[in-house]
């Protein structure tokens, strides 16, 4: 009877498992959309190849080499095969819940949910780097990236490995539920090490510091990528639980949605306020960065909060990105969608509202945590995107950013029919 129960309640947190890992699979679609939406018509198509071809390589990179850096042992495909019964049901009944590699799930699942995450801060740097990279360049660094560095850095904290063998950041009193920094800040320092290389796209910034707006192409498909992500955070948040088959732990996944929920709504109103007050109209895109900075900045604890403190974390990160963004523009930081304001600035808050909720973790630790992610991430991309500039190099020239690069790397226009490449 005992074992009939073990059994029922590792299918159903497998299911929760792998269905969590679909939804946040489905938050490639929104960062396709909420990309493709936020560019010129001009260069859809090229954004949007790149968020297929990135995921593809992220789950290649992840199976081939990553999962095994990131929590150590023989490459992934090594692990499949059949699952002993009786050793999953002995470690089910003494399991007590730590680090988020290794579960008692079978080894296909708890991959599944993985790669999944890997893929999510890969598509972080595709829309910072958009309109003006060359495609293959951008593919060569996703290889780096799913391959390397965030698993070196997955290894440090969720794999709780001693960052380079000197000191264990759980230790230190590091916390981060679901990534606020080990995904989405991870992803926004790749980002921004690519686009100080990168430069900014022709005509954003005048010679007398002016900032000219680019407006992009298709706002209902901004939208859109914007609900699927708010819709697949569920899964993001939520499957980090890491099991639904009892009373504790459902009630846990029903905190983390409610809070999940509340932190995006406090962000996007926040936001449109915000934005009312500074440019004295109800700004879109403010409004849609406003609603993902408040998921951001929640994912690093959403189950700890009350859902106003949630509601109040989110519009923190509302009001945050606002401000960020005008900033990296006055630093002539171009970035076409606001990623690394949504997911570097407002991940770091995340991390930093963990202690508020979270008696486990410390703002030391957390400080400490964070700095070791950005430093690691940002200058290994650094060097990475570097390498590329100077062999490959990194960006179109200057005809070909003016004439779009879904010509140029692609071969065809999103909107043929009634869009001139031409400007």
């Not at 999510?120 to 560095?149: D, N």
């Not at 009350?306 to 930081?333: H, N, P, Q, Y």
Request: aromatic share 12%; with cysteine; charged share 15%.
């Amino acid at each position: 009877m005992e074992n009939n129960i073990f059994e029922l309640q590792y299918a159903i947190d497998t299911f929760y498992f792998l269905m969590c890992g679909a939804l946040v699979m489905w938050m490639a679609a929104g960062f396709a959309m909420l990309e493709a939406g936020l560019v010129r018509s001009k260069n859809t198509t090229e954004i949007l190849t790149k968020n297929v071809a990135l995921y593809a390589v992220a789950c290649i990179m992840y199976m081939v080499c990553g999962y095994a850096i990131m929590y150590g042992g023989e490459v992934f495909l090594s692990g499949i095969g059949d699952v002993d019964a009786d050793a999953v049901l002995g470690d089910f009944a003494e399991r007590e819940d730590g680090f988020r590699g290794g579960s008692i799930y079978s080894g296909a699942s708890d991959f599944f949910f993985q790669v999944v995450f890997v893929a999510t801060a890969m598509s972080i740097v595709s829309g910072a780097v958009a309109e003006r990279m060359k495609l293959w360049a951008f593919l060569l660094f996703a290889v780096v990236m799913t391959g390397v560095i965030y698993p070196m850095e997955g290894s440090w904290t969720w794999g709780g490995n001693p960052v380079f063998g000197m000191y264990t950041l759980g230790d230190l009193g590091f916390s981060d539920f679901a990534g606020s920094g080990i995904v989405h800040m991870a992803g926004a320092a790749a980002a921004l090490a690519g686009v100080l290389l990168l430069g900014a796209r022709k005509g954003k910034y005048g010679k007398n510091g002016e900032i000219n707006a680019i407006p992009g192409a298709n706002l209902p498909l901004a939208t859109l990528g914007t609900f699927i992500l708010w819709m697949g955070w569920f899964g993001f948040n939520g499957g980090s639980v890491l099991k639904l088959g009892d009373i504790s732990n459902a009630n846990a996944v029903a905190m983390v949605f409610l809070n999940t929920n509340a932190a995006a709504a406090g962000g996007a109103v926040a936001a449109l306020v915000l934005a009312r007050m500074l440019f004295g109209k109800a700004d879109l895109t403010m409004l849609l960065n406003g609603a993902l900075a408040g998921l951001v900045a929640i994912t690093a604890e959403p189950s700890t909060p009350t859902a106003l403190e949630a509601t109040l974390f989110g519009a923190i990160g509302g009001v945050l990105v606002v401000l960020s963004i005008i900033t990296l523009d006055k630093l002539k930081i171009d970035d076409p969608v606001g990623a690394i304001s949504v997911h570097g600035v407002c991940g770091l808050l995340g991390l930093l509202l963990v202690p508020v909720t979270n008696d486990g973790s410390s703002f030391t630790g957390q400080l400490i945590g964070a700095a070791t992610i950005f430093v690691w991430v940002f200058v290994a991309s650094l060097v990475v995107w570097a390498i590329l500039k100077f062999t490959l190099g990194i960006r179109v020239s200057e005809e070909e950013e003016y004439e779009g690069v879904d010509l140029v790397e692609c071969g065809m226009e999103a909107y043929p029919e009634f869009v001139s490449t031409r400007k």
